[in-house]
């Protein structure tokens, strides 16, 4: 367990040691912000708008739960969003070590293949989590001008991290397979993208391929959390997801090893 964690905090700290780690957040920061101020706006006119409407008929206005649907809205483009994102967390974890040559540090140290995709992955995961937190700051602005709901905020949050965790784990193997960054980036993007739209395909396939494209597709799961429905089947896909993509990374290391 301790070179485990060793290994993660290294490669933690290293996301910190270079500009990537900055620019992401950044990127990140300016365009959550900027996706919520504007659905935030376009909430607040639709609510206006329905005032209004109400006050021409003279009936009282539907209830609405604006800041439910705010969040929703957001935390549904905050996944979009961390399609861009991910190939930038997971592009260097082997494929720098590999073009620095210090790979076979690795592979000759006395520790376990598993503990280091173990500790990669802890790390990646780590900085991921460093970006999801910084979107409570435009949560906060929900509960300090209304009382959203907290369970499906929070049911939200445990999707898309199950999301992340598991296109990081993908993201992870296909470092192992190039020493190329941009290469690595480019295919962690190209994957996980087909994953998403697997949903779409499914809608021009029959029925028994429509059942297992609708299965396969990494967002249809996330559509549920987001809107605070938690679905064992759910959780079970996105944790075989985490566990084949930690195996696959696993087996390439190995190879990297027998090759060595």
Known sequence: MRNIFVIAERDFKTYFTSPIAYVVLTIFILLAGFFFSLILNNMLEMSTMRAM??????????????????S???????SSIMLFIFPMITMALFSEEKKRGTIELLLTAPITDLQVVLGKFFAAAGFYVVLLLTTLVEMSVLYVYSSPASGPILTAYLGILLYGLAVVAIGMFISTLTENQIIAAVLSFG??????????FSRRAGESAKAVLTYLS?????NDF????VSTSHVIYYV????????????SLDSLRWRG
Request: net charge negative; no cysteine; glycine share 8%.
């Open 72 to 78: 929703r809205a957001f935390l549904n483009v905050v």
């Open 218 to 222: 990494i967002i249809e799961h996330l």
């Open 53 to 70: 409407q109400s006050a021409q008929t003279g009936q009282p206005p539907e209830p609405y739960d604006m800041p439910g649907e705010v």
């Open 191 to 200: 994957t996980v993208l087909m994953f998403m739209l697997l949903d779409a």
């Open 240 to 251: 075989s997801l985490i566990l084949v993509g930690l195996f696959l990374t696993y087996r």
């Open 226 to 229: 987001l809107v605070g429905i």
